[in-house]
């Protein structure tokens, strides 16, 4: 019918992804690599703490290839949350968006490095959010979360999940099953970052 | 331009919200709750005959949080429905989208409440199956079935209900049954209780019909008979092993599933011509359609 809307589609999805990319990191722990996100433009970096876990040498490689080394400056293991610093100033940060205002149906995608493809995306819904999910209600009650319908795969962990306009509103955690991923809502990282690191590296 | 992939996402997520004023949460088995919609303002609701194990103290969770009791008013293993009478009224009815609507390649959304909030996954129609009558439309998608989502809606780019989804009658797949189907097995259960089948009495296979006859009536296969129960209509009405049924009540039939097909709630009790295929020759026979027990 309209080939232009298809048209439109594909090149406003690319154009995204690549914004997105830029703020997207790997983080190399010495048995692969996991994926990151950059939070603050000094360095601050988040990801989960399942990528980072009783590592050290820690690296992380930028999305222009360049190799940093890395300390993590916050861990917390039932968030599944970690927060990095690497020597740097002036990265490329992902735009934050709203996870409190999640509708399910709506657009998403997810960006990391599965399987070891650096930078690849998945896309689908926002199947549901909130702590009542099925798969994840009764792991840790009252913990909230974002479940995804999308291809998500090892290697995606601690990526960014973003909304149609490029937002943050999650990082990549969990897979419960081949096309349903778990996500961990921008809110709940917002929280944990000013808990642990107060407000100063926060100028978001 | 740059706003297509919000606009997406917004009607996405509209008609996930405005299919969602008729999707409700179903309480009738032990393990997780599934999903349903409203039929009738005054209280119908249709959801998949699998989620119902117990029919005692059936609840639903509605759409605006409330909760009410329902009773089961008929259930067909057939196609996985089951009807419910709940004690509310003032519903919310969905707005249909008809069959030819619906086209392959067209985006759909999979919606249900089973955690008393919406959730939904986004797919596209695989393939279509449409019998000649409205006993079998179905969709076939690639939609993810969340836990609970059975019993739940597809709901089409728009926020129509295209169907009722079932993960109980395809291993692998996700089914819908559409609309005409949905209307025709509910009407049946209101009516009766149950679904009404026409019964004949045969055991069939497929057989490639000879190449000359195939070219002269068009059609290239029929139904082999290899068994004919006793005392049932195909028996009365003349069938013998061996025949091959052409057409029921002028219905080309080339596999099973077109008999069965033919073989709908409404012929029962009427004598239909049954066009068959016997040493050679087309021949027609006329059968009083039973009723499958």
């Known amino acids: ?204 | 331009m740059s706003d297509i992939l919000q606009t997406l996402s917004d009607a996405l997520a509209d008609a996930v919200q405005q299919a969602g004023r008729s999707i409700v949460r179903v309480e009738a088995r032990r393990r997780m709750p599934a999903s349903g919609f409203v039929w009738s303002a005054d209280g119908l609701m249709v959801t998949a005959h699998h989620v119902v194990e117990h029919e005692e103290n059936i609840r639903i969770g509605l759409p605006d949080g409330s909760q009410t009791k329902a009773a089961l008013v008929g259930r067909d293993p057939n196609t996985d429905l089951a009807v419910l009478r709940a004690e509310s009224g003032g519903l919310t009815v969905p707005v249909w989208a008809e069959a030819d609507a619906v086209r392959v390649g067209h985006l759909a959304l999979a919606v249900g409440r089973p955690s008393g909030q919406l959730q939904a996954t986004l797919g596209v129609i695989s393939a279509l199956s449409h019998s000649p009558n409205e006993t079998h439309f179905f969709a076939q998608t690639d939609v993810v079935m969340y836990p609970g989502f059975s019993g739940g809606a597809l709901v089409s780019a728009s926020g129509q209900i295209i169907g009722l989804n079932t993960s109980a009658l395809m291993r692998g797949a996700s089914l819908t049954v559409q609309t005409p189907t949905l209307r025709f097995v509910v009407e049946s259960l209101l009516r009766h209780g149950r679904m009404r089948r026409g019964y004949l009495g045969v055991g069939v296979q497929p057989a490639r019909l000879p190449k000359a006859l195939a070219e002269q009536i068009g059609q290239k296969s029929g139904v082999l008979v290899m068994s004919v129960e006793p005392e049932s209509p195909a028996e009365r009405g003349g069938l013998f092993m061996g025949d091959t049924i052409l057409a029921v009540d002028g219905q080309t039939i080339e596999n099973g599933e077109d008999l069965v097909s033919s073989l709908g709630g409404g012929r029962i009790g009427q004598s239909v011509a049954v066009r068959i295929l016997r040493g050679g020759q087309v021949q027609e026979l006329q059968i009083t359609i039973g009723e499958r027990g």
């Open chain 1, 1 to 204: 019918m309209d080939n232009n809307l298809l048209q439109q589609f594909n090149d406003t999805l690319a154009d995204t992804v690549e914004r997105v990319q830029a703020s997207l990191v790997q983080i190399v722990n010495g048995r692969g690599a996991g994926a990151g996100t950059i939070w603050h433009p000094d360095g601050l970096i988040v990801t989960n703490a399942h990528v980072v876990r009783g590592r050290h040498g820690l690296h992380v490689v930028l999305s222009g290839g360049q190799r940093l080394p890395a300390a993590v400056i916050a861990y917390d293991e039932p968030l599944d949350l970690a927060a990095l610093s690497v020597e740097a100033a002036g990265l490329p940060t992902i735009a934050l968006g709203d996870s409190r205002q999640v509708r399910p149906g709506q657009w998403v995608m997810a960006v990391g490095h599965p399987w070891g493809v650096i930078g690849a995306v998945t896309s689908g819904v926002v199947i549901g959010a909130g702590a009542q999910l099925p798969e994840v209600g009764q792991m840790q009650p009252g913990r909230e979360w974002i479940a995804l319908d999308l291809h998500m795969r090892p290697g995606h962990s601690g990526g960014p999940v973003v909304d149609s306009a490029g937002r943050l509103i999650g990082i990549n955690t969990m897979i419960t099953g081949p096309d349903v991923g778990f996500a961990i809502p921008v809110h709940v990282v917002k929280a944990f970052l000013k808990e642990r690191l107060g407000t100063q590296k926060m100028a978001v």
